[in-house]
């Protein structure tokens, strides 16, 4: 469960309930129209789960139970989403296979994962939408040379790839007999967490992703049928306050959730940032910081600099982990001893509300995300909030939050170079 | 070696002269006058690598050569420096212990750190300036009840503590005969990393720390001395685009880069979030990003969003990484095939360049400082570089540069709260 509060003055005038009502209805039409395919994903994804446990049957590796390494080759919205989910549960969850990412061109980070992996316990997964990402395909070609796979016959089962359909990677798969899954059209990158691009190696790891999708799944039906008002006002007053407030901040109180936050960075600053119908560049900023680390960090900006920031802080209620602070008392340090005999889970939780409560005095405003436990459920909730935070504010923006046209400069610029 | 490039334009007018020599002879009295202490370190800390051969050969764990992880419980700046050295070095370097580091009151996270160290191998380093963080103590109290030390007799040479001189944790130490470092009162926390607080670890882990010293001791000399000119530069004009360029983007191509970028957005965010005389609230924001994973993230935002960011490009020039992109070419992907037999060093490098020339196409100021290697030298100029350069922008932007009062009010009500 997750559970919602705010600092921030919020009570709906007229003229705001018009601009909430107008997003809440484009965005259902982008549902209903088809136009965007994120908002089908909870439901039709479940279809991809049934899928893989055939393949499980089929794909004799798989079968044999010798996969212990699931491979993922991908980077940005083909790598962060998973990332985030595994982070958070790997070392909660008993997995079947252990998740490992291949996301940069950095050949020091390749040689290093490449030597932690063995060809008899792998299973690779390429994941590219468009089919040509530049750094999967390379790395992808560095793991055939290295681990010598023979794609025609043996090593072809030991290889998955999800990308659109039709995509150039897409027929290399056809033509290789290699096992695809493909991402709907209207499924940009970095909305497709819960499409194939995540839902087949987090499935194969081991993960419950019918419960990441159906925790999806039930936020946003409530959202749909009229609950969830705050997640409408809340976009509103970002809306409002999108000059004044241009940097968010994402202050999560548990180490795990700091790759969230990541995915987080992702969706908002490519989502967001933009030129709006009027040619105007328009843009939030998102920062991710992790507590209580970050508030002996970032912190004193947010409290003293300028007041251009707002904050929503996310902290975990139950971590499951009952360590205890012992009743040790330290010669000279006795000044510490009345926190002797808390809990760590309520020492972090108390160092989250307080410095929450000292931005609130300072004027910077705060909500927060309080989620019950870290579970595939919960998990899931928070993916589709942010998502659909970030469809409702940029509709309130009128600009197109889906595409990513500033990036294919430097793409250009890259080919053009590298084939001189 | 690093290598320094820009392409904002600045040629210094009469006025900006005078700003920058004010500057100047304003970082150069804090050192003279002994009232900010960072600037002797890479001269004083010689005497502390030297006090550590000394100890190495009377602590009687350390002499058997039992000791094969350097466990460190710090905080903030008590965590981040040696972390970021740590993280670039640790796969280059054969070192003689392994770091661990507690930084965070996380239940799971300590108990996962816990679980990794085994009391035979572990000696522990207690960080902090203070003396009474609460995570810290907090966490050692947990450490010595997990590992049944017994700090009066057999294991109170299993425990190093650095601290300011008369600390309480200082007095803690005197108490058991615990050998203990100081850290200089004038030395604040984020600019700590070059004294006891980075050097003690860092050395006893097996890292070069002389040239770690070196490295800064000859850059600084050079500004001082009249050269790095560009770095002067380069502070005046962040200082005069404050408030246009108030977004600071640290875009490091190298994993291993990524706790450096968290190390400066403290020392940034810290040092320069602050209210000026004046009474206003300044401050730069500081962000850090890694290439080429972040080109598929926050890029756009730089690219189409406001134009508030100034973005530093670090690149590593020599990676002393062959590994190349095979000669493969895949059927119906053939069209990557143009950059197969190039070395992944290349493609990271050239994608830096690609998404820079992106950057400056679109009016966004950038600079670069290419790394030569990656080895301890280096790493001190990119320290000290970070440190000289937030010192002058603080004294352009009549702050102190070297406190942190926004902190404290988060303290107070955690205490508060705490002792209900």
């Not at 595994?86 to 490992?100: E, G, I, Y």
């Not at 969230?260 to 998102?286: C, F, H, N």
């Not at 998990?379 to 942010?386: D, N, Q, S």
Request: with cysteine.
């Amino acid at each position: 469960m997750l559970s919602f509060s705010r600092d921030f003055n919020f009570d709906a005038t007229a003229a705001q309930q018009t601009i909430i009502n107008n997003a809440l209805a484009a965005i259902k039409d982008e549902k209903e129209s088809g136009r965007i395919g994120y908002y089908e994903l909870p439901e039709s994804s479940l279809a991809i789960i049934d899928e893989l446990a055939l393949e499980s049957e089929s794909n004799s590796l798989l079968s044999s139970g010798k996969i212990k390494d699931i491979v993922v080759i991908g980077i940005g919205g083909s790598s962060l989403g998973i990332k985030a989910v595994d982070s958070l549960l790997s070392q909660r969850v008993d997995t079947t296979a252990k998740l490992h990412l291949f996301e940069n061109s950095d050949p020091v980070n390749i040689s290093q994962t490449l030597s932690k992996l063995t060809k008899a316990s792998s299973l690779f997964i390429v994941i590219s939408k468009s089919g040509g990402t530049i750094e999967t395909t390379s790395i992808f070609k560095t793991v055939i040379a290295h681990f010598d796979l023979d794609l025609d016959s043996a090593d072809n089962e030991r290889v998955m790839v999800i990308t659109d359909s039709g995509s150039a990677l897409s027929q290399f798969a056809d033509n290789h007999r290699i096992k695809q899954f493909n991402i709907p059209d209207n499924v940009g990158g970095r909305f497709s967490v819960l499409s194939a691009v995540g839902i087949v190696p987090l499935t194969l790891a081991g993960y419950d992703t019918r419960a990441l999708l159906g925790g999806a799944d039930t936020f946003m039906d409530a959202l749909f049928s009229g609950g969830e008002q705050h997640l409408l006002e809340k976009a509103c007053y970002y809306y409002e306050n999108a000059e004044k407030s241009s940097i968010n901040v994402l202050f999560s109180y548990a180490n795990d959730l700091e790759n969230l936050t990541k995915w987080y960075v992702q969706l908002w600053g490519e989502s967001l940032g933009k030129i709006d119908r009027a040619g105007k560049s328009v843009g939030m900023t998102p920062i991710g910081l992790i507590g209580a680390v970050d508030q002996h960090s970032f912190l004193q900006l947010v409290i003293e600099g300028p007041k251009d920031k707002s904050v929503t802080f996310i902290n975990v209620d139950d971590f499951e982990n009952d360590l205890r602070i012992p009743e040790i008392s330290l010669k000279k340090i006795e000044k510490t001893d009345f926190i002797n005999g808390k809990t760590f889970n309520e020492l972090i939780n108390a160092q989250c509300d307080a410095t929450r409560q000292s931005l609130i005095d300072n004027g910077v405003p705060t909500d927060g995300i309080t989620i019950s436990k870290i579970d595939e459920e919960n998990i899931g909730a928070m993916i589709i909030y942010y998502e659909l935070l970030t469809s409702l504010i940029g509709s309130m923006l009128k600009i197109n939050t889906y595409d990513q046209p500033g990036v294919e400069l430097g793409k250009t610029i890259l080919y053009a170079n590298l084939q001189k």
